[in-house]
């Protein structure tokens, strides 16, 4: 059954950073493209960034470009996402996802919750 | 990149079918791929993938959930529709950039 848990929210304040971690099993990791995907309290889904088997390539929505970064070490089956200069629009459950490139979701965690407020 | 268009919600009664739409453009839900997928999701839950490229269900998904592209536009079609279908669903998309785009999220009322 593949697991994917999620960890390392909390509260920040702007400006702040954070870094989030997910680890994963029940499947083969480095076989796999993985996300983070992320929900505002009330909001839709809001996809991330996503990383390829290797680390060599990675990709982020526009709006996150600069600040966050996404990385993995496949032999620790763990996914990261160092979030930077955290604003209050940043607050959300982010969710770590199993990827192929049809979906952004394949399997998901249950979520960590970051809030930043002062 | 915007969100994808779906409506806010859709209802329908036990056992009728229903039709979310999520529209985008030709650099996402148009382009030549066919990289569409929808999520069901219950209050407090992480999403479930119920659809993938356009049509296709993981295993496990109930055959009462189809889906379809045409042009910008997919959709996900719940045939019979149960009380356990009540959730939000979100369509997403593979984009030109090789990115991700979500639609925005439609509440699926049973009445």
């Known amino acids: 059954e593949v697991q994917l848990v999620e960890s390392g929210g909390g509260v920040v304040q702007p400006g702040g950073s954070l870094r989030l971690s997910c680890v994963a099993s029940g499947f083969t990791f480095s076989a796999y493209w993985m996300s983070w995907v992320r929900q505002a309290p009330g909001k839709g889904l809001e996809w991330v960034a996503n990383?390829?088997?290797?680390?060599?390539?990675?990709y982020y929505v526009d709006s996150m470009k600069g600040r966050f970064t996404i990385s993995r070490d496949n032999a620790k089956n763990s996914l990261y996402l160092q979030m930077n200069s955290l604003r209050a629009e940043d607050t959300a459950v982010y969710y770590c996802?199993?990827?192929?490139?049809?979906?952004?979701?394949?399997?998901w965690g249950q979520g960590t919750l970051v809030t930043v407020s002062s | 990149q915007s969100a994808l268009t779906q409506p806010a919600s859709v209802s329908g009664s036990p056992g009728q079918s229903i039709t979310i739409s999520c529209t985008g453009t030709s650099s996402d839900v148009g382009g030549s791929y066919n990289y569409v997928s929808w999520y069901q999701q219950h209050p407090g839950k992480a999403p479930k993938l119920m659809i993938y490229d356009v049509s296709n269900r993981p295993s496990g998904v109930s055959n009462r959930f189809s889906g379809s592209k045409s042009g910008n536009t997919a959709s996900l079609t719940i045939s019979g529709l149960q009380a356990e279908d009540e959730a939000d669903y979100y369509c997403s998309s593979y984009t030109s950039s090789d990115t991700y785009v979500f639609g925005a999220g439609t509440k699926v009322t049973v009445l």
């Open positions: 996802t199993r990827t192929n490139i049809a979906t952004p979701g394949e399997s």
């Open positions: 990383i390829k088997q290797d680390g060599s390539e990675k």
